[in-house]
């Protein structure tokens, strides 16, 4: 069975909302951008909610490979050739960038696409589908990203702290742009 991996950026304070905007200097350096590359060479479809679907469609399909960084080749052509699911009740199909809407029952859907034969399916980003997903127990892995500042103000991580499952840590990375990775296995509900 494939596994659902969640990756988000969150701040120290729980703040997941709008990270381009974050004010953060450091670099990515090889190690990084090889960890980033990886993760999303070891899935074969990206699941999405509207919102970053709206983000990213326009973002990364203007871009080709010429666009990769040093040391992420093939990661734009990679991440444009990908199927990708988009939970939404607003969008209205068909939609672009190799994308297919699931408008309803969300985990049964994403239930289905779990049995599918493949790699993983890589979620980028945590809103109301991977809060959703949680609910459910189809999160197989929950990555994040722990930047090292502090906003004060945003949307935060996780809507509804009652109904989150209890998490085991599985794996941590540091890099040296103080960045650190923590890598969480989702328990039975409380």
């Known amino acids: 069975m494939r596994k659902i991996i969640i990756s988000t950026y969150v701040t120290l304070d729980g703040v997941v909302e ?3 905007t974050w004010d953060f200097h450091a670099g990515r350096d090889q190690v990084e951008a090889n960890y980033v590359r990886d993760v999303l060479f070891e899935s074969d479809a ?6 970053t679907y709206e983000a990213f469609a326009p973002a990364w399909s203007s871009r080709t490979a010429a666009d990769d960084e040093p040391g992420s080749e093939g990661f ?14 607003t969008l209205k199909a ?5 994308s297919s809407l699931i408008t309803s029952d969300l985990a049964r859907e ?16 945590c809103g109301p589908v991977a809060n959703e997903l949680m609910q459910h127990e189809l999160v197989d892995e929950l990555q994040l990203w722990m930047y090292p500042i502090v906003l004060g103000h945003g949307a ?13 840590l599985i794996d941590t990375k540091v890099f ?3 960045i650190v990775v923590l890598n969480y296995k ?5």
Do not use: C
């Not at 068909?94 to 190799?98: D, E, S, V």
């Not at 989702?186 to 409380?190: A, D, L, N, S, T």
């Open 94 to 98: 068909p939609l672009q960038w190799n």
């Open 46 to 51: 990206l699941l999405m909610g509207r919102e």
């Open 110 to 125: 994403v239930t289905k696409l779990k049995a599918q034969p493949g790699k993983n399916i890589l979620m980028y980003g």
């Open 156 to 168: 935060r991580f996780y809507t509804d702290a009652n109904k989150f499952p209890p998490l085991e």
């Open 18 to 20: 709008a990270p381009h």
């Open 186 to 190: 989702p328990g039975p509900p409380k």
């Open 76 to 89: 734009i052509d990679r991440i444009n050739s990908l199927p990708k699911y988009v939970a939404s009740t």
């Open 176 to 178: 040296a742009s103080g």
